[in-house]
């Protein structure tokens, strides 16, 4: 199966006869240019196609795997070779060289086979900066930015001065990380902003602790949704939510965004109060446009008529009138 040979010799070696006995009869002999006659009238080498002796253009990388080249191979003497590279992924070329010396800085390279040729395509691993800021210096700070190579394992860690809390890590205004410390590969430069947001206060107490409890109280960043829970005891009632002696809400489950410290008072009363207030005195007609009707088993110290917003109505009553003006009231439920 013996399909080439090539034979350095300038001199024909003797060689046996039988030497290449069973050699297919296409073999082919390289040999020197200058010899090439001399072997195809010897013995037994006439016998096969004697060929003039190729080139060879030996290629390598340096480092291995850092990218493709093309154009290596055996050539014949005044052949153009032009040698082509491509860097891989986080490379990038910089130099040919032969016996450790500079010959080309161009991807493309293109010679003349005189005689064989050895060369090496070196590159260098790309390097990437890594740039960091802050939504407000005086909010907290961070650590990690650098100049990293290409496939660098990179950790930026965001720390919040005191009163202020960690929020996410943006690049281009999109949330890439809600961690305060972000690690990542890297491919490509990366400009990454931490933000931070300042600590605010929620406090809740009841009107009596024996007729309920409160949940939800702690410390939130701007921008968070808080919810506040009350929860009756057995025989009380959830009434509202006030802040500052305001009406905030009649829902037992109250949900805002925080903007800045609050402090709340859960209200509850006695349900069996209310039923016994209820069966002592009527309101009537409901609904109603105009005059509003009070009857009263029980002294009527002050008629006051709130919106579902906790805000109350400017409107006169007396405890000693027994019905209220209500016409200039926009449509709607009052309390």
């Keep these: 199966a013996l399909t080439s040979i090539y034979c350095y010799a300038e001199s024909v070696p003797e060689a046996d006869r039988y030497a290449f006995y069973n050699a297919p009869s296409d073999m082919v002999i390289y040999v020197p240019e200058q010899s090439i006659y001399a072997y195809k009238i010897a013995s037994p080498w006439k016998k096969y196609t004697i060929m003039v002796m190729p080139y060879f253009v030996i290629v ?3 480092p291995e795997d850092a990218g493709i080249i093309t154009g290596a191979g055996a050539y014949a003497i005044n052949d153009t070779v032009t040698l082509t590279v491509t860097a891989n992924e986080g490379y990038k070329f910089i130099n ?6 500079v010959i080309s800085e161009v991807a493309e390279y293109t010679f003349v086979v005189e005689n064989d040729r050895e060369f090496v395509a070196n590159f260098e691993l790309l390097t990437y900066e890594v740039t960091t800021s802050v939504n407000d210096e005086n909010f907290g700070a961070v650590t990690g930015a650098d100049t990293y190579s290409h496939g660098e394992e990179v ?28 690690t990542f590969t890297i491919t490509g430069d990366r400009s990454l902003v931490a933000n931070f947001v300042t600590l ?12 309920g409890s409160v949940a939800g109280v702690g410390i939130y960043g701007y921008g968070e949704e808080v919810t506040l829970t009350a929860t009756a005891n057995e025989g009380y009632k959830f009434v509202n939510w006030t802040e500052n002696d305001t009406v905030v809400s009649t829902e ?16 509850f009363v006695s349900t069996e109060s209310i039923s016994e207030l209820e069966a002592s005195f009527k309101v009537y007609p409901n609904p109603v446009s105009d005059m509003l009707f009070i009857e009263a088993e029980i002294e009527v110290e002050e008629v006051a008529i709130f919106d579902v917003y906790g805000r109350q109505q400017n409107l006169s009553n007396s405890a ?15 309390f």
Excluded: P, Q
């Design 60 to 62: 390598a990388s340096n």
């Design 96 to 101: 040919w060289t032969e016996n450790d010396s």
């Design 155 to 182: 950790t930026l860690t965001a720390t919040a001065n005191e009163g202020y809390k960690f929020v996410n890590w943006t690049e281009n205004d999109t949330v890439v990380s809600t961690e305060a410390e972000y």
């Design 200 to 211: 605010h206060e929620v406090i809740a107490s009841v009107n009596d602790e024996n007729f």
């Design 252 to 267: 037992a489950e109250y949900s805002f965004v925080i903007t800045g410290d609050r402090s709340f008072v859960a209200n």
């Design 320 to 334: 000693l009138s027994n019905s209220i003006d209500v016409s200039s009231l926009n449509n709607g439920i009052y």
